[in-house]
């Protein structure tokens, strides 16, 4: 069975400090992955999808970036964090083939910008 | 583009309650549409999909039918339980941006 992990599960970073997070997959290959973030009051909202090695998709442009370099491996970043990016980061996979829709999300990382 | 709304809440009900959180949408095409749940300090499950219009998706009590005449998605379950507190988010998968668009979530409390 598939399962996703992300790390660190809480994190508490000051302003100006970069930013690294990790999700990985198991179980599956070439899945397509997404980054969410949950601020409060304000639901989920997409920031990067990967539908392979090295290709990454920005929904909203801001100080965060992404990288995928494995097949099951994505990552986001940021050199220098703000207020703002405080929040609920949730990675997400699902299947390549076109015909599934359905996301699965790993269990998240809080992260809170002091 | 894309949007989904949903009553933010909370929602407060005593346990054995019937439950319906509504959730309308916006999309162009036919879109698919999901119910996930998240129980506090954990990230999102799926709890129930469909895909086309007319179509009912089912899970551990819980039911929601696709009607496209009314662009709506709303949660149903008929005797709801403490275990059921949680924050639920009703999602959409357009044809456009690969991404779900998700509405802001419904906190329900359910009250022994």
């Known amino acids: 069975s598939q399962t996703i992990h992300q790390w660190p599960a809480t994190l508490v970073q000051p302003v100006g400090s970069p930013l690294s997070l990790e999700c990985t997959v198991e179980?599956?290959?070439?899945?397509?992955l997404y980054w969410y973030r949950q601020a409060a009051g304000r639901g989920l909202q997409l920031l990067f999808y990967?539908?392979?090695?090295?290709?990454i998709s920005s929904e909203v442009p801001q100080n965060l970036s992404a990288s995928r370099p494995q097949d099951r491996q994505f990552i986001l970043s940021s050199k220098k964090l703000l207020l703002s990016d405080s929040g609920f980061y949730l990675c997400?996979?699902?299947?390549?083939?076109?015909?599934?829709?359905?996301?699965?999300f790993g269990p998240g990382t809080r992260l809170t910008v002091l | 583009g894309d949007s989904v709304t949903q009553m933010e809440g909370p929602v407060t009900l005593s346990e054995e309650a019937f439950l319906t959180i509504n959730c309308t949408y916006t999309?162009?095409?036919?879109?698919?549409l999901f119910w996930y749940v998240q129980y506090p300090g954990e990230g999102l499950q799926l709890l129930l999909k469909?895909?086309?219009?007319?179509d009912k998706g089912s899970n551990k009590g819980f039911e929601a039918t696709y009607r496209k005449e009314t662009t709506s998605f709303h949660l149903e379950k008929g005797s709801v339980q403490v275990s059921d507190s949680a924050v639920y988010f009703c999602?959409?998968?357009?044809?456009?941006?690969?991404?779900?668009?998700f509405g802001k979530g419904t906190h329900l409390i359910i009250q022994p």
């Open positions: 997400a996979w699902r299947s390549g083939r076109a015909s599934t829709d359905t996301q699965y």
């Open positions: 179980g599956t290959s070439n899945p397509n």
């Open positions: 990967s539908v392979g090695i090295g290709q």
């Open positions: 999309a162009t095409g036919y879109p698919s």
């Open positions: 469909a895909t086309k219009a007319d």
């Open positions: 999602a959409l998968k357009g044809g456009g941006a690969d991404g779900l668009t």
